[in-house]
């Protein structure tokens, strides 16, 4: 079998890094062999350059910050992700392609098909096979990330504040999302991130298992 890929989307708190943690608990009690991964970090150079990106964060250039995301996932690629899935696993990554096409392209400016162009480099064209896309207003996102504890903070910086004078680019990024989904329908798919921790679940579950199921997987 060829394993399963599926990434995980939304704003910084929308809940997702929680929901990859259960999903990848519920896949494995299932028996399926799953590997939780994410970006930037999945790999030693990956962390690294994720360290790099959080402290140098206000002077990176938009381009400078693409490049190093790129970097990233390249290696993530070839190290991790695609090794894992040619041994028949189902690899659950927190983040890819899209976070670079919102948050750089969206949220910074970058040329959007410029953007595209570097993902296509760096992952050589592998596509999840499902994205799940966590919906959840900014505000509601801004309150989860406040009560994060400083471990949290640590292990999961944003790259960007939610202070006022950032609710634009947010929104930029939200948007980005919202046309990727619209041009994807088949690939991305929108979960109500509002509700308790196994709601969101539950509907992630249903979502993955009916994908699971059309693509004969075993579950
Ligand atoms: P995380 O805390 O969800 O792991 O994400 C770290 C930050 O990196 C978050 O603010 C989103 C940002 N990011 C980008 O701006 N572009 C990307 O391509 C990726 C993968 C993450």
Redesign the pocket.
């Known amino acids: 079998m060829r394993g399963f890929f599926i990434t995980l989307e ?1 704003l ?1 708190g929308c809940g ?2 929680t929901q990859l943690e259960r999903l990848a608990a519920a896949l494995s009690q299932r028996g399926l062999a799953v590997l939780a991964t ?4 999945g790999t030693e150079i990956g962390t690294s350059i ?1 360290a790099l ?2 402290q140098q964060h206000s002077r990176l250039s938009p381009v400078a ?2 490049l190093l ?2 970097a ?2 390249a290696q993530h690629v070839s190290d991790i992700i695609k090794p894992n899935l040619e041994a028949g696993r189902i690899v659950i990554s ?11 392209g969206y ?2 400016g970058l040329e959007i098909t410029a953007v595209e162009a570097l993902n296509d480099l760096a992952t050589g064209g592998l596509l999840p096979d499902l994205t799940i896309l966590f919906e959840l207003n900014r505000e509601a996102a801004q309150a989860r990330l406040a009560t994060r504890t400083e471990k949290q903070l640590t ?6 504040g939610f202070d006022d004078e950032q609710h634009d680019f947010h929104q930029r ?1 939200q948007q980005g999302y919202w046309q990727l989904a619209a041009r994807h329908p088949d690939r991305i798919h929108c979960v109500d991130a509002d509700g308790s921790v196994n709601e969101v679940h539950q509907r992630v579950m249903a979502l993955v298992l009916e994908r699971l199921q059309e693509l004969g997987v075993r579950s």
Request: avoid cysteine; aromatic fraction near 6%.
């Open positions: 939304g910084d997702k890094s994410r970006q930037p970090g994720r990106m959080i910050e693409v995301m790129m990233d996932r927190d983040r890819y392609i899209d976070s670079s096409v919102a948050f750089q949220g910074r292990d999961s910086a944003p790259m960007t990024v």
